[in-house]
């Protein structure tokens, strides 16, 4: 695979993309480094899409995208990557200056919860500031049609489940309220300008891998969600996982959550895309869920993976984390009906592929006997 750092953060990646049958659609993919926009840009160039991939790589490697590359086989000639970040305004012109996109997927941005409510500002500098930027630049070039990285988190903990679109917005924390602002700037933009297509997908609990094991999340730090932490214990990274409350009024008195396969996520993207190409039908900003419709508990998920791994995950009981939903599931209906897309594995699969990477990769991209270090194309 040829990499080409051009000494402004930019390279090429495997070949030139000049192929005589080309992809009849460019997508600028911001995060396309992460762990969601890694498995999107993989469906994409699978899709026929050629992408773009902007990431800052404060939350990711750069051998995610080597790895996409790999994956991707004769496709990833259609695969550029530069590295900026989205608050710098200046980077992304020079960006939409090379490029003319016909779309754009919104990932980029920052995601932790807990550090949200430690570092709000950084939250709204990333997750806004960014935001508006991106919007600038797009309308500035032409470029109209967005796909944004919403979240669950938008609707707070609302008193039932299962959670439809029309449910109230009260976000309770600042990263879910960066998500909320986020998404009345699309309706504002769209309001003004009704030439704007964007569709907001609110993800539920992304959690697996790629099949392959060669891509999957490699969080930095203390993980902040239930799987990447379990998948650390049983890797021998860490000594337990502390359940959060186990007197919910649930069925095992654990929290209820709608997992849902990155892969199928990854999918659920392509499928707005093809929305947003369908002049057919009137878009305007419209908000989907992305989940399975389906609740399962703390301890559900737990011994699922102890049967896909064959691994014992030593388990303390500890407090509930303040703000936590009891129960949260989707009915995703919505994006059956209007997307064409529907999730297709349940958590057996979840927990098949995410063992599969944590046990090729333990420490992630970085680990020292990582297949595919170089992205070279021997799987
Ligand atoms: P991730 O951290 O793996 O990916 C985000 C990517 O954005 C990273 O590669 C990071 O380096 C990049 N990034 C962050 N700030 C940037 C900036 N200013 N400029 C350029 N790049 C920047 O997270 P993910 O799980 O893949 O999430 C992707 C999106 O989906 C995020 O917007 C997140 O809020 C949203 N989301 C995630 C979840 C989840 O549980 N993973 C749930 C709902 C919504
Ligand atoms: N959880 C837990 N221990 C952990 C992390 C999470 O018991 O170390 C629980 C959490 O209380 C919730 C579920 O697992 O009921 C999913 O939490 P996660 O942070 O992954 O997603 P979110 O709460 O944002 O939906």
Known sequence: MAVNGTGNGAMAVNGTGNGTTGPSKTVLVTGGAGYIGSHAVLQLLAAGFRAVVVDSLGNSSELAVRRVAALAGEHARNLSFHKVDIRDKDGLEKVFSST?????????????????????????????????????????????KLVFSSSAAVYGSPKNSPCTEEFPLTPHNPYGRTKLIAEEIC????????????????????????????????????????????????????????????????????????????????????AALRKLFDNSSNIGCEAYNLGTGK?????????????????????????????????????????????????????????????????????????????????????
């Not at 003319?100 to 807990?114: M, N, P, Q, S, T």
């Open 295 to 379: 609740g399962t508990s703390v301890l559900e998920i737990v011994n699922e993976f102890e049967k896909a791994s064959g691994k014992k995950i030593p388990l303390v009981i500890g407090q509930r984390r303040p703000g936590d939903a009891e129960i949260l599931f989707s009915v995703a209906r919505k994006a059956e009906r209007e997307l064409n897309w529907k999730a297709k594995y349940g958590i057996t699969e979840m927990c098949r592929d995410q063992w599969n990477w944590a046990s090729k990769n333990p420490y992630g991209y970085e680990s020292p006997d990582s297949p595919k270090q170089n992205g070279s194309n021997s799987h």
């Open 100 to 144: 003319r996109f016909d779309a754009v997927i919104h990932f980029a941005g920052l995601k932790a919860v807990g550090e949200s409510v430690q570092k709000p500002l950084l939250y709204y500098d990333h997750n806004i500031v960014g935001t508006i930027n991106l919007l600038e630049v797009m309308a500035a070039h032409g470029c109209k």
């Open 187 to 270: 309706r504002d933009i769209y309001r003004s300008d009704p030439e704007w297509r964007i569709i907001l997908l609110r993800y539920f609990n992304p959690v697996g891998a790629h099949p392959s094991g060669y891509l999957g999340e490699d969080p930095r730090g203390t993980p902040n969600n239930l799987m990447p932490f379990v998948q650390q214990v049983a890797v021998g990274r860490r000594p337990s996982v502390t359940i959060f409350g186990n007197n919910y009024a649930t069925k095992d008195g654990t929290g209820v959550r709608d997992y849902i396969h990155v892969v199928d996520l990854a999918e659920g993207h392509v």
